[in-house]
Protein backbone atom coordinates (compact mmCIF):
# COMPACT_ATOMS: atom_id res chain seq x y z
CA UNK A 1 0.00 0.00 0.00
CA UNK A 2 3.15 2.23 0.78
CA UNK A 3 4.45 1.72 -2.53
CA UNK A 4 1.25 2.25 -4.68
CA UNK A 5 0.65 5.35 -2.67
CA UNK A 6 4.17 6.30 -3.20
CA UNK A 7 4.28 5.92 -6.72
CA UNK A 8 0.62 7.02 -7.38
CA UNK A 9 0.39 10.10 -5.46
CA UNK A 10 1.14 13.48 -6.70
CA UNK A 11 1.46 16.34 -4.90
CA UNK A 12 2.65 20.10 -5.91
CA UNK A 13 3.75 22.22 -3.15
CA UNK A 14 4.44 25.72 -3.72
CA UNK A 15 6.06 27.91 -0.48
CA UNK A 16 4.51 25.42 2.36
CA UNK A 17 1.47 24.99 0.51
CA UNK A 18 0.07 22.33 -1.47
CA UNK A 19 -1.40 23.84 -4.92
CA UNK A 20 -2.62 20.93 -6.83
CA UNK A 21 -2.70 16.88 -5.43
CA UNK A 22 -3.45 13.77 -7.58
CA UNK A 23 -4.04 10.21 -7.29
CA UNK A 24 -3.59 7.66 -10.42
CA UNK A 25 -3.33 10.81 -12.55
CA UNK A 26 -6.83 12.24 -11.43
CA UNK A 27 -7.21 15.47 -9.57
CA UNK A 28 -8.13 15.38 -5.96
CA UNK A 29 -8.18 19.04 -5.13
CA UNK A 30 -7.11 22.23 -7.31
CA UNK A 31 -7.51 24.46 -4.26
CA UNK A 32 -4.60 25.74 -2.25
CA UNK A 33 -4.18 24.81 0.66
CA UNK A 34 -1.54 24.63 4.00
CA UNK A 35 0.45 21.76 3.91
CA UNK A 36 0.41 21.74 7.51
CA UNK A 37 -3.43 21.69 7.49
CA UNK A 38 -3.45 18.64 4.92
CA UNK A 39 -0.98 16.75 7.00
CA UNK A 40 -3.07 16.50 10.30
CA UNK A 41 -6.34 16.06 8.83
CA UNK A 42 -4.06 13.07 6.63
CA UNK A 43 -2.29 12.09 10.25
CA UNK A 44 -6.41 11.98 12.02
CA UNK A 45 -7.59 10.12 9.42
CA UNK A 46 -4.76 7.65 8.97
CA UNK A 47 -4.98 7.25 13.20
CA UNK A 48 -8.45 6.22 12.59
CA UNK A 49 -8.02 3.60 10.25
CA UNK A 50 -4.88 2.04 11.82
CA UNK A 51 -6.63 1.58 14.98
CA UNK A 52 -9.66 0.27 13.95
CA UNK A 53 -8.79 -1.35 10.98
CA UNK A 54 -5.63 -2.20 11.94
CA UNK A 55 -7.30 -3.87 15.83
CA UNK A 56 -10.10 -5.88 13.41
CA UNK A 57 -7.50 -6.86 11.22
CA UNK A 58 -5.05 -7.93 13.73
CA UNK A 59 -8.08 -9.50 15.95
CA UNK A 60 -8.20 -11.83 12.90
CA UNK A 61 -4.46 -12.33 11.83
CA UNK A 62 -3.30 -13.87 15.23
CA UNK A 63 -6.55 -15.49 16.79
CA UNK A 64 -4.97 -18.78 15.90
CA UNK A 65 -1.69 -18.35 17.74
CA UNK A 66 -2.67 -19.14 20.98
CA UNK A 67 -4.66 -22.14 19.90
CA UNK A 68 -1.81 -23.97 18.09
CA UNK A 69 0.16 -23.06 21.75
CA UNK A 70 -2.32 -25.27 23.13
CA UNK A 71 -2.22 -27.56 20.12
CA UNK A 72 -2.42 -31.10 21.64
CA UNK A 73 1.22 -32.72 21.15
CA UNK A 74 2.44 -29.16 21.01
CA UNK A 75 1.52 -28.05 24.68
CA UNK A 76 2.78 -30.86 26.00
CA UNK A 77 6.56 -30.50 24.26
CA UNK A 78 6.44 -27.07 25.33
CA UNK A 79 5.66 -27.92 29.22
CA UNK A 80 8.37 -30.77 29.19
CA UNK A 81 11.21 -27.95 28.49
CA UNK A 82 12.54 -26.05 31.55
CA UNK A 83 10.13 -23.01 31.01
CA UNK A 84 7.54 -22.30 33.56
CA UNK A 85 3.99 -21.94 32.41
CA UNK A 86 3.31 -18.53 33.31
CA UNK A 87 6.60 -17.85 30.73
CA UNK A 88 5.07 -19.94 27.99
CA UNK A 89 1.96 -17.78 28.56
CA UNK A 90 4.04 -14.50 28.89
CA UNK A 91 6.35 -15.05 26.00
CA UNK A 92 2.87 -15.54 23.69
CA UNK A 93 1.31 -12.51 24.85
CA UNK A 94 4.53 -10.49 24.65
CA UNK A 95 5.40 -12.01 21.08
CA UNK A 96 2.04 -11.30 19.57
CA UNK A 97 1.63 -7.87 20.97
CA UNK A 98 5.61 -7.25 19.79
CA UNK A 99 4.47 -7.95 16.16
CA UNK A 100 1.31 -5.51 16.44
CA UNK A 101 4.16 -2.96 17.92
CA UNK A 102 6.29 -3.40 14.71
CA UNK A 103 3.27 -3.69 12.37
CA UNK A 104 2.17 -0.15 13.41
CA UNK A 105 5.69 1.95 13.43
CA UNK A 106 6.42 0.17 10.08
CA UNK A 107 2.99 2.00 8.61
CA UNK A 108 2.79 4.82 10.66
CA UNK A 109 7.23 5.25 10.07
CA UNK A 110 6.96 4.72 6.04
CA UNK A 111 3.31 6.91 5.99
CA UNK A 112 5.43 9.86 7.64
CA UNK A 113 8.66 9.43 5.50
CA UNK A 114 6.30 9.27 2.61
CA UNK A 115 4.35 12.23 3.04
CA UNK A 116 7.25 14.10 4.61
CA UNK A 117 9.26 13.54 1.42
CA UNK A 118 6.50 14.77 -1.30
CA UNK A 119 5.32 18.10 0.89
CA UNK A 120 8.48 19.08 2.91
CA UNK A 121 6.50 18.70 6.25
CA UNK A 122 7.91 16.31 8.73
CA UNK A 123 5.22 14.88 11.25
CA UNK A 124 6.74 12.40 14.04
CA UNK A 125 3.66 12.55 15.95
CA UNK A 126 1.98 10.21 13.80
CA UNK A 127 4.43 7.17 15.05
CA UNK A 128 3.09 8.63 19.16
CA UNK A 129 -0.39 8.17 17.89
CA UNK A 130 0.38 4.57 16.43
CA UNK A 131 2.24 4.04 20.07
CA UNK A 132 -0.94 4.87 22.00
CA UNK A 133 -3.29 3.07 20.02
CA UNK A 134 -0.98 0.12 20.35
CA UNK A 135 -1.94 -0.02 23.88
CA UNK A 136 -5.44 -0.69 22.78
CA UNK A 137 -4.56 -3.78 21.18
CA UNK A 138 -2.76 -4.87 23.88
CA UNK A 139 -5.70 -5.17 25.70
CA UNK A 140 -7.69 -6.85 22.82
CA UNK A 141 -5.51 -9.73 23.06
CA UNK A 142 -5.47 -9.74 26.57
CA UNK A 143 -9.13 -10.68 26.78
CA UNK A 144 -8.01 -13.41 23.10
CA UNK A 145 -5.30 -15.06 25.15
CA UNK A 146 -7.24 -16.00 28.16
CA UNK A 147 -10.43 -16.85 26.54
CA UNK A 148 -8.18 -19.35 24.49
CA UNK A 149 -7.39 -20.96 28.43
CA UNK A 150 -10.71 -21.97 28.53
CA UNK A 151 -12.18 -22.99 25.59
CA UNK A 152 -9.63 -23.54 22.52
CA UNK A 153 -10.64 -22.02 19.51
CA UNK A 154 -9.60 -19.71 16.69
CA UNK A 155 -13.15 -18.33 15.86
CA UNK A 156 -13.50 -17.77 19.37
CA UNK A 157 -10.40 -15.92 19.81
CA UNK A 158 -11.16 -13.28 16.83
CA UNK A 159 -14.78 -12.97 18.06
CA UNK A 160 -13.36 -11.81 21.37
CA UNK A 161 -11.30 -9.45 19.92
CA UNK A 162 -13.77 -7.85 17.88
CA UNK A 163 -15.89 -8.43 20.60
CA UNK A 164 -13.36 -6.54 23.07
CA UNK A 165 -13.01 -3.64 20.34
CA UNK A 166 -16.89 -2.65 20.60
CA UNK A 167 -17.81 -3.27 23.82
CA UNK A 168 -14.31 -0.49 23.94
CA UNK A 169 -16.05 1.93 21.91
CA UNK A 170 -19.54 1.70 23.83
CA UNK A 171 -17.94 1.71 27.01
CA UNK A 172 -16.40 5.07 25.76
CA UNK A 173 -19.87 6.48 25.36
CA UNK A 174 -21.54 4.95 28.08
CA UNK A 175 -22.82 8.24 29.58
CA UNK A 176 -24.72 8.64 26.29
CA UNK A 177 -25.89 5.24 26.54
CA UNK A 178 -26.49 5.30 30.13
CA UNK A 179 -29.36 8.42 29.42
CA UNK A 180 -31.12 6.37 26.63
CA UNK A 181 -32.01 3.77 29.52
CA UNK A 182 -34.84 3.58 31.84
CA UNK A 183 -33.53 4.49 35.58
CA UNK A 184 -33.51 1.26 37.64
CA UNK A 185 -31.62 -2.03 37.58
CA UNK A 186 -30.96 -1.81 33.77
CA UNK A 187 -28.67 1.62 33.77
CA UNK A 188 -27.06 0.48 37.13
CA UNK A 189 -26.28 -3.23 35.35
CA UNK A 190 -25.22 -1.49 32.41
CA UNK A 191 -22.93 0.97 34.33
CA UNK A 192 -21.74 -2.21 36.41
CA UNK A 193 -21.22 -4.34 33.24
CA UNK A 194 -19.09 -1.32 31.22
CA UNK A 195 -16.89 -0.57 34.50
CA UNK A 196 -14.07 -2.69 33.63
CA UNK A 197 -13.58 -2.34 29.90
CA UNK A 198 -11.15 -0.16 29.05
CA UNK A 199 -12.35 3.05 26.83
CA UNK A 200 -10.96 1.76 23.44
CA UNK A 201 -13.26 4.85 21.60
CA UNK A 202 -11.62 7.52 23.53
CA UNK A 203 -8.17 6.40 23.38
CA UNK A 204 -8.85 6.20 19.24
CA UNK A 205 -9.77 10.02 19.02
CA UNK A 206 -6.61 10.43 21.54
CA UNK A 207 -4.75 8.25 19.58
CA UNK A 208 -5.83 10.79 16.29
CA UNK A 209 -5.67 14.21 18.00
CA UNK A 210 -1.92 13.00 18.91
CA UNK A 211 -1.53 12.36 15.17
CA UNK A 212 -3.05 15.60 14.11
CA UNK A 213 -0.85 17.68 16.35
CA UNK A 214 -3.80 18.85 18.89
CA UNK A 215 -3.91 19.34 22.23
CA UNK A 216 -3.94 16.17 24.08
CA UNK A 217 -4.53 16.15 28.10
CA UNK A 218 -1.57 14.48 29.69
CA UNK A 219 -3.78 13.52 32.54
CA UNK A 220 -6.53 12.37 30.26
CA UNK A 221 -3.87 10.61 28.09
CA UNK A 222 -2.42 8.52 31.12
CA UNK A 223 -6.28 6.85 32.70
CA UNK A 224 -6.90 5.82 29.10
CA UNK A 225 -3.51 4.16 29.03
CA UNK A 226 -3.27 3.06 32.34
CA UNK A 227 -6.83 1.71 32.35
CA UNK A 228 -5.31 -0.80 29.04
CA UNK A 229 -2.68 -1.54 31.37
CA UNK A 230 -4.89 -2.80 34.23
CA UNK A 231 -7.58 -4.45 31.62
CA UNK A 232 -4.53 -6.52 30.19
CA UNK A 233 -2.56 -7.45 33.56
CA UNK A 234 -6.11 -8.58 34.95
CA UNK A 235 -6.93 -10.18 32.19
CA UNK A 236 -3.41 -12.17 32.44
CA UNK A 237 -3.52 -13.14 35.82
CA UNK A 238 -6.95 -14.98 35.51
CA UNK A 239 -5.19 -16.55 32.01
CA UNK A 240 -1.96 -17.28 33.92
CA UNK A 241 -4.22 -19.04 36.63
CA UNK A 242 -6.27 -21.10 35.08
CA UNK A 243 -2.99 -22.18 32.65
CA UNK A 244 -1.74 -23.46 36.06
CA UNK A 245 -4.15 -25.89 36.88
CA UNK A 246 -4.96 -26.49 33.50
CA UNK A 247 -4.63 -30.77 32.78
CA UNK A 248 -3.17 -31.61 29.46
Known sequence: MLLVLGFSLQLEVVDGAIAGS?????FLSKDIVSANRVMSGTSMAV????????????????????????????????LSLPVARWQLLFGTFLGVVSLALLASLYGAGGLTLL?????????????????VGWTGFCAIYAAMLTSNLFIRSAALSGAFGVLTLLLG???????????ALEEGYQRTAFNWAMLPIPRLGTLAITAAELAGSREVKTEALIRLLGGCLLFSVALLSVATWRFERKDF
Open 115 to 131: LGVKTGVWNIKLLLGSL
Open 169 to 179: VASSFREAICM
Open 22 to 26: KLFGE
Open 47 to 78: SYLGFYGGAFFLAIACSDFAPELLAPGRIEHL
